[in-house]
C-alpha cells in the first residue's frame, strides 16, 4: 500500500513537473527568441541559471526586482554597478555568474 502510495506521488510530480516545464517555455519562447538576438547561443538552461544566481545572489542584499522596469541598455549599466558593490560586501559573483544575470535580466526585460 505504502509502495503504490509512493509510486503514484512520484508518477503525479513528473507529469507536474513537464506540464511546469512546459508552461515556463511557451512563456520564454517569444523571450529567448528575442535574447538569442542579443545573445547568439543563449539556452533556456542558461536563462535558469541567470534567474538562479539572481535569487541567490541579488537578493541578499535587496528585494527581487521585477526586471521590466528596465531595458537592455539599463540593465546593462547597473549589473556591473551592482556585482561590484555586492562584490564588495563578500558576495562571490564572478564574471560568468554576472553574464548569466546580466542575460536573464534582459531577457526578462524584452516582455514589456
Known sequence: MKKT?????????????????????????????QA?????????????????????KCTTCHNKKDPKVHNQAEWEKIVPKMVSMANKKSTNIDSSSKDLILKYLVTMSLSK
Do not use: D
Open 36 to 56: 538569442a538576438t542579443i545573445y547568439p547561443g543563449y539556452t533556456p538552461a542558461q536563462f535558469a541559471e541567470g534567474e538562479k544566481l539572481y535569487i541567490q
Open 5 to 33: 502510495k509512493a509510486l503514484i506521488t512520484a508518477g503525479l510530480l513528473v507529469i507536474m513537473g513537464c506540464h511546469a516545464s512546459r508552461q515556463i517555455s511557451e512563456t520564454l519562447v517569444p523571450n529567448m527568441a
